[in-house]
């Protein structure tokens, strides 16, 4: 394996000094946006040489190579740390001189948000890791770009641990150890010039996204199936560090992204086509119960209780007034199976005033609890629905009531238990077991439409 990765760094060697002679200026954010047949895409100082992973385990990937991406010219960013149960916020402008339609290629570990022009475009971006046990999957999102300055900005969630169907990237410092390695990933060509992910983004962890380290003594030690990659959210209001995806936001304050890995490398390995859209979302809708609680002071604690139209994927949406450091956590009906295992409860601190908030992690359930201190008054109680992206095309009709119903919840239950991927449940693992997408595959297939050939693609 050294000697491997020896020949590979005295290639890459050499294929930097053959750049050189030839006075190709590196990390330039006008490229061609591809390469010619045999070339390696042109990389800047500092990317750092991981290597590639030994795949000789894997006997049948050619049968997916017409997917694999090679020709990035982008390389995979983050902070200069990478933490554990994190966020981190990237911004880059761009500036076009007419309105555009573009392609951004993008992949993040572990999942995006991203906004342009402070407008949402993708919400619960990138799959799963991986196509294979070394590999990720990138998301093709078509953007709209208008003459002038454009603001690019995405909120990535590391979560980094694995779970059941998903593997975190695992890194080794200068003294061979291990650790947990985030990443994003981007490129796009628009109006002449190639944007890609390099060290003229900018990048902050978000503070305001507390962990066991950075909450101390304050975070709820909830307990949590250890199937799930992801996490709970703890948000602490006070250190918000404000509407980082508008136009006028200063980030001057913002470090410059650091160089992480090249595309094909270590830990992050090849880049695959998701093959499906990005998840599907509407925007804010009142629970359907909200007025019981919009306007009131609660004068005790209180738990709310809010209702959805149904077993729903979605994410939890409020506009409060309170004064700081009263505690909000919430959870669905959902939040125990079965068998006692939970799954998400979150929690939200106030800051001082009047403050909104989104948790943009998705939640599963038919009602949401909020439980929330005395003190508190909401001005806004919402939701926001998501779903795998691809629209019901069979149906079924009867003079029988019962079996219309049967039908629906049918309907229902394959919509719930696919979104990246096809899952045992929503709630528990987020899997996608065999057993389980053997079922999904022949009523995906049955009643969905081409974005359910592509799912089980």
Known sequence: MNKRIARVFNLLLAAVLLLTACNVQPGATETTGGTTAGTEPAQPAGVPERGQPDKSDLLYTAAIDSYKKTDWTANWIWTKSSSDDSYVAFRKTVNLEADTQATAYISAVDKYTLWVNGEMVVLDGSLKRGPTPYDSYYDAVELDLKAGENVIALLVAFNGRSGDGSIVPVAQDEEGDDYNQAGLLFEMEAGGQTIISDSSWKAIRHAAYKNRVTAGADYPGYDQSSMLAERNVYFAAADDIGPFMSAGYDDS????????????????GDLYSAIIRPIKFAGITDFENSADYVGQTLTSDTVLELELP????????????????????????????????????????????????????????????????????????????????????????????????????????????????????????????????????????????????????
Do not use: H
């Open 253 to 268: 304050a913002w470090e410059d992204a650091t160089l992480v890995a090249k595309p094909g490398d270590l830990p992050f």
């Open 310 to 457: 149904g077993n729903i994927q979605f994410t939890t949406y409020f506009e409060l007034e309170a004064p700081a450091g009263k505690k909000l956590t919430f959870y669905t009906d959902s939040y125990t199976d079965q068998d006692g295992m939970a799954n998400f409860k979150d929690t939200y601190v106030t800051k001082d005033g009047a403050q909104s908030y989104e948790n943009l992690p998705w939640r599963s359930g038919s009602k949401l609890y909020i439980e929330a201190e005395a003190g508190v008054t909401f001005t806004a109680l919402g939701y926001r629905k998501s779903e795998f992206n691809g629209t019901w095309a069979g149906s079924f009709t009867s003079s029988n009531p019962e079996l219309d119903q049967l039908w629906q919840e049918s309907l229902n239950t394959v919509a719930i238990c696919m979104r990246d991927t096809f899952m045992d449940c929503p709630e528990r693992e987020r899997g996608p077991y065999m057993g389980d997408a053997s079922n999904q595959i022949d009523a995906a297939l049955y009643g969905y439409d081409q974005g359910g050939y592509d799912m089980t693609k």
